[in-house]
């Protein structure tokens, strides 16, 4: 379930998601899932989903393949 975190600066809130939901999302969808499918499962939209998404990529956490025009992610080992 998001938070809602403040931001120091701005005092406006925003929704934070922590990474184990994007996790969660993937291995409940099967072990693999587009962004729109993790995105619909975590809550948020497709466009927070596909940034969180890259940002696990580049931690080594999730991999991403290219079907046709979409990506598919998946858990790393």
Not at 4 to 19: A, F, I, N, Q
Not at 47 to 64: F, I, P
């Amino acid at each position: 379930m998001p938070g809602k975190d403040r931001e120091e600066e701005s005092g406006k809130y925003t929704t934070s998601y922590p990474d184990s939901d994007f996790i969660d999302a993937i291995q409940t969808l099967g072990g693999m899932a587009g962004t729109s499918e993790i995105a619909e499962t975590v809550g948020c939209t497709r466009r927070t989903a596909y940034t969180r998404l890259q940002t696990l990529e580049s931690e080594g956490q999730v991999t991403s393949r290219k079907v046709g025009n979409s990506l598919l992610w998946s858990v790393c080992d």
